[in-house]
């Protein structure tokens, strides 16, 4: 009896391992058993929020008008947070395992190192001239002269100003546009009759240096200063990162604080309180104060241009999808899915899910002129700068924070700012230098 | 991965089999013997938790171990190379130049210096207040464990609030008070860690209250009644009876007290972020393994952090149970 | 007071009243100082209540003043809204329940793997003893920040666990702890052996000792590792989202309940007082767990004794 007992105890077990084997091995390669080509797309969003759902309405609409051409993409979240089991790390494993997805979404500033670690595909030839053409020069995944992607959507960031607050203080800003954008000076005596007239001038979000968002709100100053992070290999930061142009742009932040315009006490919250004159902030805002904000602000707000200096840059850069290594060597059906997830139908579905600004010039918007949004996407168009292309760009944006914390700081002599900046270029070439040794 | 990890398994087997071999070669000697079934149920009865130990503790730590001496770099994880002791030299170079991990390695000393005390301290006063049979004590034990239960991230993110440079942020609002001007607590280097040491023994002290609860349990009254009659006062009593009953309480306390120390990471990530004034040992090699993608390089710091640790752990446990 | 003396009652009762004056006083200083070091440690969660009953406006207006602590008193039908936002929009039951899964089989593994392994090493004889007493110390020690990659390629790669069985590889590992093992090996070292050899006598097997006899005398031990257990599987999410899959829609979502809230913190548009009432609701169960079983972990820890 016992012996009975064990022997369908083995045969079940076998079994049941050979069935979950066989079901792990149901599509060999990317073929499936309609004679489907799959491509796989991993995207960086949970499916419970508006951008996902907007995802996988792309890809169920790509997946209708496919059918005869017998493509189908299936599409996997993966909601990305920062460090140790994030978004990152489902690549770089997926990759080791060789199942990376033939599309991943990836964020900007990362395509040249995922391009330099072969990552990502060589795509220049996949996509013609024309569609090139209608994205935004500095918002195509470009490295090396090569294309790894196409961005999914951009962004924008400027000044948030209280109208309110300003005509109390008697200042008329109505003459500065992004056609005609105010100067570093301009900017400065604005900031300077908030103070007199005893308002707290503008929030910076400086009591928030510690991720992404500070280097993308500030590091446009360096390029508007005349100056810039790098050389375009992405391998010298010295002499670029602390050059004497930069440092101006360093310097003009550094007098925000001196001045007493901003620090690390006027947050955020003291914007959407109504309580500061000015906010700069990302595109993001927008949604933010007409869905928590209406009590305190109402619609007594607009958005005002990045200043100029020696010339006009504003932030931009966003996430981008792009067709990976992976191994399948017929990158035919991945282009389709590419191309469609980046078309200009996409651009607006995706957008409009998510409240940032198309990344396809094509994609025709009805914001009022001189609307928020309408500035945001005005400013994009003629002045956005992408951040600077370099592998080594997480060490670049924990250095700039560096920096960028010790001009929040009231307290730092300029002398120490400038050595603050010669040690983060340090950093920066170091980090340069040793991935390139890498290889 | 499957080959490497057979390799280590046989080496286990065999340092295994080398020990069991000796211990019966002992045994022999002493005309002692091991009984097989007894052994046989040993072994069975210790299996799943080798088995268990071995995939998810032992060989996590030994490919750390093995990574400390290669160039991973965690974007091309085909691509790692055997760089021999490169990262090392790197880490030395680093402090030397007094970058990121001599600050780093400074603030972590710092921070344990000011928190085993303070957190041992803490929870052996607060242990000592609650051990008593009053009504209510129950109540206060809940409340005084309460940070415990919350964790650490969300503690964080609460000091942040509290310590916030602005005029209405909790703390300056209260200083302000008593006519003393908001700080920018976690900017100013002065104050910056000194914060951090007080939120983190204050979330931590609640744990160790209880373990000093339970070690004053077994202090039997008796003593405490003799040394009434020989006249001990309160302090003396304290010195006398209470600190040499918890003899080994505190051992423990101390150990692993000071081992959580050394890893503290959470409070500057969460609070500060990645600055010099800190930055401490567990954020730098997070830091350059997850963002930087050096995954070989804080292998090798890891290793470094646990020679240390480990060297100073045991010459602990030397001195402290010396007597 | 000199024992020959004749003293009057009127004395005695005024002598008495002034002890218990004394004591009186001596309590109200007590409670006074009780209450107020317990404001200093619930003050955190205090704020976190009240935030959690405000909109977004009401906790930015309070923000900064005493009125921070105060749950919105204006506003008392709204003030629970955040908890009926974070139960249904969010959904967090669903987490909540995985949650409470994993931990109550991650407890039952944890006692029984790591109670019998104490137990082996700390009544048993056997040939290979001390390599595993020195590996349970040494592995004490080592930090474990770094192994999280090595340990996400074990599971994958070695393993090869993926989809469901995933929550195989968030289970396992927490079932293993060598920490816990040492507590119940000093635990178990306290249990007189006059116990286990009464049972041999009566001819009862090893393990038969150790299910019938040491595992019902340990129940403070238990108490205390099963708590800890709980707190762990409930506060961890670096793991489990490195680890579980993504739910097919419709599919009920693998993720322990931590991972939920990380999620709700990154909603766009969530207010402070929503991402507060969720932080809430993760501390209760804790909470109630505690308190339930304070009695026993004080036990627990005394009887181990705690030698290193």
């Known amino acids: 009896m016992n012996k009975l007992v064990k022997a369908l105890a083995a045969v079940t077990l ?88 033939d599309i991943i979404a990836f964020d900007s500033p990362n395509c040249a190192a995922y391009a330099n670690s072969k990552i990502l595909y060589d795509s220049t030839d996949l996509v013609d001239a024309a569609t090139k053409a209608d994205f935004y020069e500095s918002s195509l995944n470009v490295y090396e002269n090569k294309l790894y992607g196409l961005p999914i959507q951009e962004s924008s960031a400027g000044f948030y100003y209280n109208k309110r607050i300003f005509n109390e203080a008697g200042i008329d800003v109505s003459g500065y546009t992004v056609e005609n954008p105010w100067t570093f000076e301009q900017f400065n005596s604005v900031c300077q009759q908030l103070k007199d007239a005893g308002k707290k001038p503008l929030s910076m979000q400086l009591d928030n240096i510690k991720d992404e968002t500070a280097t993308y709100l500030l590091y446009p100053f360096v ?118 997830m980046t078309s200009p139908e996409s651009s607006k579905i995706i957008t409009d899910a998510t409240g940032m600004i198309p990344a396809r010039k094509s994609v025709t918007t009805n914001y009022e002129a001189g609307s928020p949004r309408d500035v945001l996407m005005k400013q994009l168009a003629s002045s956005g700068k992408a951040r600077p292309a370099t592998p080594a760009y997480p060490t670049f944006t924990a250095s700039f ?39 | 991965m499957l080959t490497t990890t057979i390799i280590i398994l046989a080496v286990f087997v065999a340092a295994f089999a080398a020990f069991v071999v000796w211990d019966l070669v002992k045994a022999k000697k002493h005309r002692e013997r091991f009984r097989v079934k007894s052994t046989a149920t040993a072994y069975l009865m210790l299996l799943p938790a080798v088995v268990l130990a071995f995939l998810f503790i032992l060989l996590p730590i030994l490919y750390s171990l093995g990574y400390a001496f290669t160039d991973y770099y965690s974007l091309t994880p085909d691509d790692i190379n055997f760089i021999g002791f490169d990262n090392f030299a790197d880490a030395f170079k680093e402090i030397g130049n007094k970058g990121m991990l001599y600050h780093a390695i400074i603030n972590t000393l710092i921070f344990v210096v000011g928190v085993v005390p303070l957190q041992i301290g803490l929870a052996l006063g607060l242990a000592l207040f609650v051990n008593r049979k009053k009504r209510g004590v129950k109540i206060f034990k809940v409340c005084f464990f309460a940070p415990v239960v919350i964790s650490l991230s969300v503690t964080a993110f ?93 051992v423990f306390v101390i150990i692993t007290v000071f081992i959580g120390a050394c890893r503290v990471m959470i409070q500057p990530m969460i609070m500060v972020g990645y600055q010099e004034h800190v930055v401490t040992l567990s954020y730098y090699m997070y830091q350059q393994g997850y963002s930087f993608r050096w995954v070989g390089y804080s292998s090798s710091i890891a290793l470094l952090m646990t020679i240390v640790i480990g060297t100073i752990t045991l010459v602990q446990r030397r001195l402290l149970r010396g007597k | 007071m000199k024992l020959n003396t004749v003293v009057s009652d009127e004395y005695v009762f005024l002598h008495k009243k002034r002890l218990k004056g004394k004591r009186i006083a001596k309590d109200v200083v007590y409670y006074v100082c009780g209450i107020v070091l317990s404001l200093l440690f619930l003050f955190p969660l205090i704020y976190m209540l009240a935030a959690s009953t405000k909109s977004e406006s009401a906790y930015v207006s309070d923000a900064g003043s005493m009125a921070m602590f105060l749950p919105d008193f204006a506003h008392l039908g709204t003030m629970f809204d955040n908890y009926g936002k974070v139960f249904t929009d ?42 595993l007493s020195f590996l349970i110390i040494f592995l004490i020690v080592v930090p474990v920040e770094t192994s999280i990659i090595p340990l996400y390629e074990i599971v994958s790669e070695l393993l090869g666990l993926s989809g469901v069985m995933t929550v195989a590889g968030v289970i396992l590992p927490a079932a293993i702890s060598i920490f816990n093992i040492f507590l119940f090996i000093q635990f178990f070292e306290g249990i007189p052996k006059e116990y286990e050899e009464a049972a041999r006598i009566d001819g009862a097997s090893t393990i038969g000792i150790f ?53 709700i913190q990154n909603i766009p548009g969530v207010t402070t007082g929503e991402k507060m009432a969720s932080l809430i609701v993760t501390s209760i169960p804790i909470f109630i767990v505690y308190v339930a079983a304070q009695k026993y972990i004080v036990q627990g820890f005394g009887s181990a004794g705690l030698k290193m």
């Open chain 3, 90 to 131: 969010y959904g967090i039951w669903r987490y909540a329940l995985n949650s409470f899964l994993y931990a109550a089989i991650v407890i039952v593994l944890n006692v029984l793997i790591n109670g019998l392994a104490g137990y082996v090493m700390a009544k048993l004889r056997f040939p290979g003893k001390r390599l």
């Open chain 1, 223 to 340: 390029y508007a200063a005349g100056g810039s992070f790098n050389d375009s290999t992405g391998y010298t930061a010295k002499g670029y990162f602390d050059s004497e142009a930069s440092k101006k742009g360093y310097e003009f932040l550094y007098n925000l604080v001196q001045k007493g315009y901003t620090d690390s006490t006027i947050k955020d919250s003291d914007f959407f309180a109504g309580n500061a004159g000015m906010l700069l902030s990302s595109g993001w805002t927008i949604p933010d104060i007409e869905i928590k904000y209406q009590a305190n602000l109402g619609n007594d707000w607009g958005i005002l241009p990045y200043p100029k200096g020696a010339t006009t840059a504003s932030a931009m850069g966003s996430w981008s999808f792009g067709i990976t290594n992976n191994g399948v060597k017929d990158k035919s059906a991945a282009k389709e899915l590419l191309l469609w």
């Open chain 3, 211 to 263: 299910f019938k006899i040491i595992l019902p005398l340990s129940k403070p031990i238990i108490a205390t590792v099963a708590v800890f257990c709980f707190i762990g599987v409930w506060n961890d999410y670096i793991w489990p989202m490195m680890i579980l899959p993504y739910p097919e829609p419709g599919e009920w979502p693998l993720y322990p309940i931590q991972n939920a809230i990380n999620t």
């Open chain 1, 14 to 101: 076998g079994s049941i391992v050979v069935c979950g084997a066989a079901a792990c091995n149901k599509d060999t390669g990317n073929v499936d058993k309609e004679g489907n080509t799959i491509v796989k797309i991993l995207v960086h969003v949970d499916e419970n929020t508006p951008e996902g759902q907007a995802y996988k309405k792309r890809v169920d609409a790509f997946n209708t008008s496919y059918r005869d051409r017998k493509i189908k993409a299936s599409i996997s979240f993966k909601a990305r947070s920062s460090g140790a089991g994030g978004y990152e790390d489902t690549i770089t494993q997926k990759f080791k395992k060789g199942t990376l997805d």
């Open chain 1, 401 to 439: 924070c560096n920096v960028a914390y010790a001009i929040a700081d009231k307290n730092t002599k300029l002398a120490d700012l400038n050595s603050k900046i010669a040690t983060a270029a340090d950093s920066v070439q170091a980090e340069m230098d040793r991935i390139k040794n890498r290889h």
């Open chain 2, 158 to 250: 609460l000091w942040l609030e509290i310590l916030s440079p602005a005029e209405t942020g909790l703390l300056n609002s209260l200083l302000g008070i008593f006519g003393i001007k908001s700080h920018d607590w976690l900017r100013d280097p002065s104050t910056a860690m000194l914060c951090i040491i007080i939120l983190s023994a204050w979330q931590g002290c609640g744990y160790q209250m209880l373990i000093f609860l339970s070690g004053l349990t077994n202090i039997r009254s008796e003593l405490y009644e003799a040394a009434s009659l020989d006249g001990a006062g309160v302090w003396s009593k304290f010195i006398h009876v209470t600190l040499p009953g918890l003899r080994s309480t505190l």
